[in-house]
């Protein structure tokens, strides 16, 4: 019993009469040459290639490069101006603004919930300096906040403590007396009370 014949039995068969013809072509004149490299030929083709790796290179790079969670920087009347973008990395923000000789603490929480009290000894609202701090308008591109260092007197930590909701904030501004002790978030609802 013979097995059915493939595809490929068949193309085999077809093939064998050309390859034998082929052999006897290069029996009768050699191999044919490699093909011939040229210095310009190799230029082209390196050129080619250097081409190829350009366009790769400037198609990856943007896609790698991502957008900073903020952004935080001296203005010329001395102020320091902090973008948030992405409420992401409250310790990475908080070392930023201390690196401009600010001693600070930044703390982002879920909704509903604040940093259990007592944790500082908080300057009363009625008594935080007005000229502490300058907000953008919301029509800004990038909305920011100036903190003006020359109304943190010497031992105040500045507090800032951001509540995120599905993308919406609510954000406090406070003024310790002292160093702040870790957030130990509970539920709540008021910053400022939480501490």
């Known amino acids: 019993m013979s097995t059915p014949e493939t595809f490929e039995d068949r193309l085999l068969t ?8 082929q052999e006897h072509l290069d029996r009768l004149t050699g191999p044919p040459p490699p093909p011939a490299v040229t210095p310009r030929r190799r230029t082209l083709a390196l050129a080619a290639a250097a081409v190829l790796v350009a366009a790769a290179s400037a198609v990856t790079v943007p896609l790698l490069r991502t957008t ?11 102020s320091i101006r902090i973008t948030i973008r992405q409420y992401t990395d409250a310790a990475g923000l908080q070392r930023r603004i201390a690196s401009f000789g600010v001693r600070a603490v930044v703390d982002f929480l879920p909704a509903r919930t604040v940093c259990q009290a007592p944790r ?12 502490l701090v300058d907000w953008s308008t919301l029509s800004e591109p990038d909305h920011y906040f100036k903190v003006h260092p020359e109304f943190i007197g010497p031992g105040q930590t500045f ?21 702040v002790g870790r957030c130990v978030p509970v539920p709540g609802d008021t910053l400022i009370a939480g501490g």
């Open 14 to 21: 077809a093939l064998r009469p050309l390859a034998a013809r």
């Open 68 to 78: 900073p969670a903020y952004a935080v920087q001296r203005d010329p009347d001395g």
């Open 120 to 131: 500082a000894d908080f300057v009363p609202p009625q008594r935080m300096p007005l000229g």
């Open 159 to 179: 507090v800032y403590a951001v509540q995120i909701d599905k993308g919406s904030t609510r954000a406090a501004i406070r003024l310790a007396d002292g160093p």
